[in-house]
T-cell receptor, first 116, second 109 residues
Framework: SAVISQKPSRDICQRGTSLTIQCQVDSQVTMMFWYRQQPGQSLTLIATANQGSEATYESGFVIDKFPISRPNLTFSTLTVSNMSPEDSSIYLC?????????????FGPGTRLTVT | GQQVMQIPQYQHVQEGEDFTTYCNSSTTLSNIQWYKQRPGGHPVFLIQLVKSGEVKKQKRLTFQFGEAKKNSSLHITATQTTDVGTYFCAAGSARQLTFGSGTQLTVLP
């Protein structure tokens, strides 16, 4: 299993500003994922970030709003740009272990974002 | 991506009672995974099912994958307060996981 840390754990931001969330993994991984989870709701995939290539965004999410960096195999950042109250949510990064026929995703502790 | 429907949305049980959550898809799934999220926590992987009709057990938890690979269930026998949380199924495709809406389990002591 992978150990994932995220920073910050929570933040309160003003509308119109941007926040960058960091995700650090204790081992090298090919695929990293960014999810959004609104209170009491399921997880929605924002984008998949592979090292050395552009992130792949899901329907409803665009690079200008959620730019992602993946500079190496253990680190990624997600920026929430020009925030509005609708962006208030928990943002989670995850990695996937696909060894030996397995598919297991491991999640970071999440970043709880409140936009006022 | 694939869509999965999960029911019920909420379940309150008395400690010691059994609990089941169901996950259904209109399309055949290549695999299905189950995750548990404790209140205030992050999702934690429980299990992956791949084969038609597969049944796996983890102590009091029993996971099933339907014969047609379109549905799955998680059954907890004799619930305990430590079972409290939201249980998500997730359908795996080549590229991503699609999570169900989750079942929030409350266990009353």
């Amino acid at each position: 299993s992978a150990v994932i840390s995220q920073k910050p754990s929570r933040d309160i931001c003003q509308r119109g500003t941007s926040l960058t969330i960091q995700c650090q993994v204790d081992s090298q991984v090919t695929m990293m994922f960014w999810y959004r989870q609104q209170p009491g709701q399921s997880l929605t995939l924002i984008a998949t970030a592979n090292q050395g290539s552009e992130a792949t965004y899901e329907s409803g999410f665009v690079i200008d709003k959620f730019p992602i960096s993946r500079p190496n195999l253990t680190f990624s950042t997600l920026t929430v740009s020009n925030m509005s109250p609708e962006d208030s949510s928990i943002y989670l990064c995850s990695v996937e272990d696909r060894g030996d026929g397995r598919r297991e995703q491991y999640f970071g502790p999440g970043t709880r974002l409140t936009v006022t | 991506g694939q869509q999965v429907m999960q029911i019920p949305q909420y379940q309150h049980v008395q400690e010691g009672e059994d609990f089941t959550t169901y996950c259904n898809s209109s399309t055949t799934l290549s695999n299905i995974q189950w995750y548990k999220q404790r209140p205030g926590g992050h999702p934690v992987f429980l299990i992956q099912l791949v084969k038609s009709g597969e049944v796996k057990k983890q102590k009091r938890l029993t996971f099933q994958f339907g014969e047609a690979k379109k549905n799955s269930s998680l059954h907890i026998t004799a619930t305990q307060t430590t079972d409290v949380g939201t249980y998500f199924c997730a359908a795996g495709s080549a590229r991503q996981l699609t999570f169900g809406s989750g079942t929030q389990l409350t266990v009353l002591p």
